[in-house]
T-cell receptor, first 114, second 112 residues
Framework: NAGVTQTPKFRILKIGQSMTLQCTQD?????MYWYRQDPGMGLKLIYY???????DKGEVPNGYNVSRSTTEDFPLRLELAAPSQTSVYFC?????????????FGPGTRLLVL | GNSVTQMEGPVTLSEEAFLTINCTYT??????LFWYVQYPGEGLQLLLK?????DKGSNKGFEATYRKETTSFHLEKGSVQVSDSAVYFC???????????FGTGTRLLVSP
């Protein structure tokens, strides 16, 4: 199992450009999450999904969109990139989403918006 | 709302020293508590967890005990190694659906 994979590893965007961060998991997990990690800060939840076709906002959803058409994939879309979106983005998944479960994280995508 | 407070870093230790990283939490329910570790250039991975009061989580020589009376989950290791250098995150997930709330992370630097 590859676990949770993310692409790209690093990207530079200009202000106003758009891009999609890809996330795929091969563990057949129902629950998937997107976080951002700013320097010196903990991770903040952007969006999450409890299954294909179902998504919901987390703590910091503004400026982002998500979709979940399959169990495996959970892409994160930035429509109009802003410098405030410079961050490291992590995707994660859990099998059943209960509070006791371990989350499995991808290696992250580092995004720089100039 | 729920929150996690960790001690500021970096924590700088010599190899074989004793490690404590403090973590306290605020939660409305009965949360599960976690320590995640992030090695340089990698994503987070679970180090240990405890799901009810007085539980002790342990892994790779690290330990943490869920103390409800002091709302704490301090991470300890008796003898650190250079390979333990990483950022350590304390996190909680309240009862029901899992939404992790993270502390700000504590960077540990271990020198030979």
């Amino acid at each position: 199992n590859a676990g949770v994979t993310q692409t790209p590893k690093f990207r530079i965007l200009k202000i106003g450009q758009s891009m999609t961060l890809q996330c795929t998991q091969d563990m057949n997990h129902n629950y998937m999450y997107w976080y951002r990690q700013d320097p010196g800060m903990g991770l903040k939840l952007i969006y999450y999904s409890v299954g294909a076709g179902i998504t919901d906002k987390g703590e910091v959803p503004n400026g982002y969109n998500v979709s979940r058409s399959t169990t495996e994939d959970f892409p994160l879309r930035l429509e109009l990139a802003a410098p405030s979106q410079t961050s490291v983005y992590f995707c994660a998944s859990t099998e059943t989403g209960t509070s006791k479960e371990t989350q499995y994280f991808g290696p992250g995508t580092r995004l720089l918006v100039l | 709302g729920n929150s996690v407070t960790q001690m500021e870093g970096p924590v700088t230790l010599s190899e074989e020293a004793f490690l404590t990283i403090n973590c306290t939490y605020t939660a409305t329910g009965y949360p599960s508590l976690f320590w995640y570790v992030q090695y340089p250039g990698e994503g987070l991975q679970l180090l240990l967890k405890a799901t009810k009061a007085d539980d002790k989580g342990s892994n790779k020589g690290f330990e943490a005990t869920y103390r409800k009376e002091t709302t704490s989950f301090h991470l300890e290791k008796g003898s650190v190694q250079v390979s333990d250098s990483a950022v350590y995150f304390c996190a909680l997930s309240d009862t029901g659906f899992q939404k992790l709330v993270f502390g700000t992370g504590t960077r540990l630097l271990v020198s030979p």
